[in-house]
């Protein structure tokens, strides 16, 4: 696990937190936009920003 990425939600942040203290990381915080939309495309980018490393992206169960 190289790098994680969690909403402003404390719920995703809450989740991801043993994890990130386990491997001594800290998260990307990927606001929520306008819309779902543009939520799904900020996470996205944010992840095509990070090649080659792995990516665990905590979400919400009503994230497409």
Do not use: C, K, W, Y
């Not at 994890?19 to 306008?34: I, Q």
């Amino acid at each position: 696990m190289d790098h994680v990425i969690v909403t402003h939600r404390q719920r995703t942040r809450l989740t991801a937190a043993p994890l990130l203290a386990a491997r001594g990381l800290t998260p990307e915080v990927v606001p929520f936009g306008r819309d779902m939309a543009e939520h799904v495309a900020a996470v996205a980018a944010a992840v095509r920003r990070r090649p080659g490393q792995v990516v665990l992206v905590v979400g919400h169960s009503n994230t497409p």
